[in-house]
């Protein structure tokens, strides 16, 4: 079934684009490594395209939105992958172990059927894929903005925090290139496949994190912390020892997360006092797509215009680590104020966290 990438804009909906965007999901899942995931979504993409009756699969059918920008095949992904972590499921058991030779469409569907009230709920908000091994990326960035010449103490800005995984990014240790940053031996250690030169070996310091998230999730409560173990790929066993090690650190202090929508967060954050000598940060991973094109206007806004007025000791940056869908990976780009406000691509990574390729200021967008 699988076909090529099919290169339509995100934002595209209609007849025909709920297709596609199961097609392209599987080609996403299989160049991330996660092969299991992939069968699972081209099992739905079968049922969808085979007009399997049902609620659940109608109500996909009939996406009135983008689903590409809306990340629909990964919130289904999540709620079959839920039924497989609680174990109500058992037939699942062999499509997850990886096993050949089984119908794998046909367990999905006697799934989905058994199930299909518990799963429709999942269809109705993006999924919340926290990794913390993104953050190996933000640190990226601070000793790049560093070298830059902009004050390495750093007071963080997270849209889209979820959780708030990487709003404790100060309290991992990684090794980056040879590079070494955070505690020793830190809450989760990282150390992605490095790839191109060693970033700056700058001496860095996080003031504060803060973060929002429209539907912040709760890490101390178990219900909400399976829910988003339900969005780990199963082939990526790291994220889930990942995922404990920050559901203990959370136990014993919570991040400073609260629930808003990232245009109103950006604008609050902005309007606050500055500390001399201390960078202000917006960052988000995975998450540009799912805020809406008018709160992405103002907070681009809102950027822009707190830049114009930032100065070398109250300086601004912005630092995105989101998907090129050109090229299937993901990129960080960074802008900053003064003197930056064309994007540098500093990195291109792994989804995950698996690696890392520095570009340092190599490439411009």
């Known amino acids: 079934m699988t076909e090529p990438y099919k290169f339509i804009d995100i934002n595209a909906s209609g007849p025909g684009i709920i297709a596609a965007a199961f097609d392209n999901q599987v080609v996403y899942c299989t160049s991330s490594g996660a092969t299991v995931t992939a069968r699972v979504v081209a ?8 007009d399997e009756p049902g609620a659940l699969l109608d109500r996909i059918r009939s996406w009135p939105g983008a689903p590409l920008a809306d990340a629909l095949p990964l919130r289904i992904v999540g709620g079959i992958h839920s039924l497989q972590l609680r174990g109500v499921e058992p037939a699942l058991a062999d499509i997850y172990a990886g096993r050949e030779g089984i119908d794998a469409t046909a367990v999905i569907a006697a799934a989905i059927r058994a199930h299909e009230a518990d799963l429709l709920p999942w269809l109705d908000g993006p999924p919340q894929t926290n990794e913390a091994g993104r953050s190996a990326n933000f640190i990226a960035a601070m000793l790049w903005l560093a ?34 940053v955070g505690p020793e031996p830190g809450a ?3 150390q992605p496949e490095w790839q191109g030169d060693a970033p700056p070996n700058k001496q860095i310091e996080i003031a504060s994190t803060r973060g929002c998230d429209v539907a912040p999730v709760d890490l101390t409560d178990p219900e909400q912390a399976t829910r988003l173990k339900a969005y780990i790929w199963p082939e990526h066993g790291v994220r889930f ?10 136990a014993k202090r919570a991040p400073d997360l609260i629930r808003m929508n990232a245009a109103d967060f950006v604008e609050a954050e902005l309007a606050k006092p500055q500390e001399a000598g201390t960078t202000r940060m917006l960052m988000h991973s995975i998450v540009w797509q799912y805020v809406p094109e008018d709160q992405q206007a103002r907070v681009t806004a809102a950027m822009e215009a707190a830049g114009a007025h930032a100065t070398p000791e109250r300086p601004l940056a912005w630092v995105a680590l989101e998907a090129n ?7 960080m780009v960074v802008r900053y104020w003064p003197g930056g406000e064309q994007g540098v691509v500093v990195t291109r990574a792994h989804p995950h966290g698996a690696w890392l390729g520095w570009l340092g200021s190599d490439r411009t967008i």
């Open 43 to 50: 099992a739905l993409h079968d049922l969808i395209e085979n």
């Open 147 to 180: 070298d830059q010449g902009l004050p390495p103490r750093f007071e963080c800005l997270e849209i889209g925090s979820s959780a708030g995984i990487n709003l404790m990014l100060d309290r991992y240790h990684y090794d980056l290139g040879g590079v070494e």
């Open 188 to 190: 989760i250690r990282f």
């Open 241 to 250: 020892e990942r995922m404990e090690a920050a559901i203990a650190e959370a």
């Open 325 to 331: 869908r050109v090229l299937h990976i993901h990129e």
